[in-house]
């Protein structure tokens, strides 16, 4: 099986920056898309990033400008770094991975982390 395990979330003020990392592990052959997703109190999970292996990236209209994404393909590890954080950022951020080949295995699985909180205060 494969787990996600994110990390760096945490209480911050308006205008400061945090860095979420997500380590994905088990017998894994390749990851296609690695992402962040988030959802706030009463809304939608939407997505906020994502990169593929070959580093194309995609973001979300809110976060341009603000947030990068990234990831260390021999670490099957994504970051996003959060810069200029709002209070309308304030939510469970999710790792996400998509199209993920496991050694021996011929289809992609797609898998989440279990959430890391991002609390932002004005």
């Known amino acids: 099986q494969v787990q996600l395990v994110e990390s760096g979330g945490g209480l911050v003020q308006a205008g400061e920056s945090l860095r979420l990392s997500c380590a994905a592990s088990g017998s894994i052959f390749s990851i296609h898309t690695m992402g962040w997703y988030r959802q706030a109190p009463g809304k939608q999970r939407e997505l906020v990033a994502s990169i593929t292996t070959g580093g194309s990236t995609n973001y979300a209209d809110s976060v341009k400008g603000r947030f990068t994404i990234s990831r260390d393909n021999a670490k099957n590890t994504v970051y996003l770094q959060m810069n200029s954080l709002k209070p309308d950022d304030t939510a469970v951020y999710y790792c996400?991975?998509?199209?993920?080949?496991?050694?021996?295995?011929?289809?992609?699985?797609?898998?989440w982390g279990k959430g890391t909180l991002v609390t932002v205060s004005s």
């Open positions: 996400n991975a998509k199209n993920v080949l496991l050694v021996g295995k011929s289809w992609g699985m797609e898998y």
